[in-house]
């Protein structure tokens, strides 16, 4: 329900971070200026007493977040990753959200297991431990199949999640109607779109049938990447509520001290986070979408291991190129072709001046070219390209939201192994090797072939659509046509495409 009772929710929100006096440090951490941060204080103090108590042995924001839900946990998960906005001493207590939340009680995570799977736990494993990792959605076991003696990961989902998520996210959906009605020029940003793109995402994490499906084609689509690896699904021991992994076994990538006593190279295990996700990204068009500390280990070997595979990005083709394309632009500073995309994309109204698109990008790129990245505050960046696009017009793409979302979370991932990573220097070489296959004469060759392709299986229809149309075409009155859109010539532009992909399949 999406009524106004969730504003007793957005009040009780205030007040938790009051009430546990996260909101002080929180607004400090974000740099919030001092007027707003007067003023959110003097709005949440009387309402204090309605706030959550949460576990007073976590830090203030870590116990307000973890007191609030899941969904507001996920948000924690993401800050965690940058100490670049919310501050190094912040950034640290985040993290025990990614995997170190409290967990729930080991029987009932047997009966889950007994009711998904129709056996005992005994009968299903001849190990199974208490829990490993506790996270915002689910907790993960260790232990042992008994019929092959194979070491796994059991991932529970916790009790009641779903309905916990539901609540919030409707909460979330009345925050974004009350915003776009009171604020109009916020309806640029989209946001009741990007809270509907955020219920996509989890409610998809919320069914461990289709985790295990998308761990299944990210470990066929990661095979033959050097340094890193997938755990594999066990789908007989895996359902909606339960799913069963091959075990990882590995130095989590937040333990950063643990990883340099074993001796592997922090700087290239940085670098080869940046350089696996935009590979996944552009190569494939499918990627892991939650790539924090927490989902990460580092094997003996040195290969880096991915895990929980609830939030997966998927993105086609065209955009693939767009997003390469304007990544390139930034690393080689050329602002004009960045804004030149951005208009052949429709990303920028075509009525906006596209010399002045390009300059306001030179001030968004410039500062952070040649720069490390400790010297950058990502911060200030972000709020200076908000400042830009909400000046030329630019609307939320929905579709980039969770690449976005991902990239960020990289970056900070790849920064607290190397506070010294130069993103874009990183960066280029894989985004060179994806332009050079696929934009240019060879992708123009794979693209007709693909379009002979589609054509072809149209073929034997293509008279009585070429039919219809006239037909159609026929009907209405000369007077009455549009300019420029007579059906023969649709028809004959589609035998053409058609004739043009046969040819050039023929070359090869």
């Not at 969730?6 to 971070?17: K, Q, S, V, Y």
């Not at 007073?56 to 990753?81: C, D, W």
């Not at 010399?355 to 972000?382: C, K, T, W, Y």
Request: charged share 25%; with cysteine.
């Amino acid at each position: 329900m999406r009524g106004p009772h969730n504003l007793w929710r957005l009040i009780r929100t205030g007040a938790t971070f009051e009430r546990t006096g996260a909101m002080k440090l929180a607004l400090e951490a974000m740099e919030v200026p001092p007027r707003l941060r007067l003023l959110a204080r003097v709005l949440g103090w009387p309402f204090r007493f309605l706030g959550y108590r949460g576990d007073p042995a976590l830090p203030p924001v870590t116990r307000a977040l973890t007191a609030l839900g899941p969904a507001y946990i996920k948000f924690g998960q993401v800050l965690s990753t940058r100490p670049d906005v919310v501050g190094v001493e912040l950034s640290d207590q985040l993290k025990v959200l990614q995997d170190k939340l409290p967990p729930f009680d080991l029987a009932t995570a047997k009966a889950t297991v007994a009711a998904e799977l129709g056996k005992p736990v005994e009968y299903l494993f001849s190990e199974f431990s208490e829990p490993v990792a506790a996270a915002s959605i689910a907790q993960v076991h260790r232990a042992r199949v008994a019929s092959s003696g194979e070491e796994v990961a059991v991932k529970v989902l916790r009790p009641g999640i779903e309905r916990a998520f539901r609540r919030d996210i409707d909460a979330f959906y009345f925050a974004a109607g009350l915003i776009e009605t009171l604020s109009p020029a916020s309806r640029r940003l989209r946001p009741t779109d990007v809270i509907a793109h955020f219920e996509s995402v989890v409610m998809g994490e919320l069914d461990l049938r289709l985790e295990s499906a998308a761990a299944s084609e990210f470990a066929v689509n990661t095979a033959k990447d050097k340094g890193f690896a997938v755990p594999t699904p066990l789908w007989h021991l895996s359902s909606r509520r339960v799913m069963t992994l091959g075990w990882a076994e590995g130095i989590p990538l937040g333990d950063v001290a643990a990883i340099k006593t074993a001796g592997h190279d922090c700087q290239a295990l940085a670098a080869r986070v940046l350089q696996l996700f935009l590979s996944h990204a552009l190569r494939d068009g499918f990627f892991h979408a939650d790539m924090h500390q927490g989902n990460l280990k580092v094997a003996a070997n040195g290969d880096l291991i991915a895990y929980d595979f609830g939030i997966m990005g998927q993105i086609d083709t065209y955009t693939r190129r767009v997003y390469a394309e304007i990544l390139m632009g930034f690393i080689r500073r050329d602002y004009v072709r960045v804004a030149e995309v951005h208009f052949e994309a429709g990303y920028v109204p075509r009525d906006r001046d596209i010399n002045e698109f390009a300059r306001a990008l030179r001030a968004v790129g410039e500062p952070i070219a040649g720069m490390d990245a400790n010297q950058i505050s990502m911060a200030h960046l972000l709020s200076y390209l908000f400042e830009v696009t909400e000046r030329f017009g630019m609307q939320t793409r929905t579709e980039l939201i969770l690449l976005q979302r991902t990239m960020v979370v990289v970056e900070g991932v790849a920064r607290s192994l190397d506070p010294h990573i130069n993103i874009w220097d990183v960066a280029r070489p894989v985004v060179e090797d994806y332009i050079r296959s696929n934009i240019g004469p060879q992708a123009l060759f794979r693209d007709l072939i693909k379009t002979a392709q589609v054509l072809g299986r149209f073929g034997p229809k293509l008279p009585q659509i070429a039919e219809a149309l006239l037909v159609r075409g026929a009907a209405v009155p000369e007077e009455s046509r549009p300019p420029r859109r007579r059906p023969w010539a649709i028809a004959a532009l589609a035998v053409a495409a058609f004739a043009a992909g046969v040819a050039v399949a023929a070359l090869f």
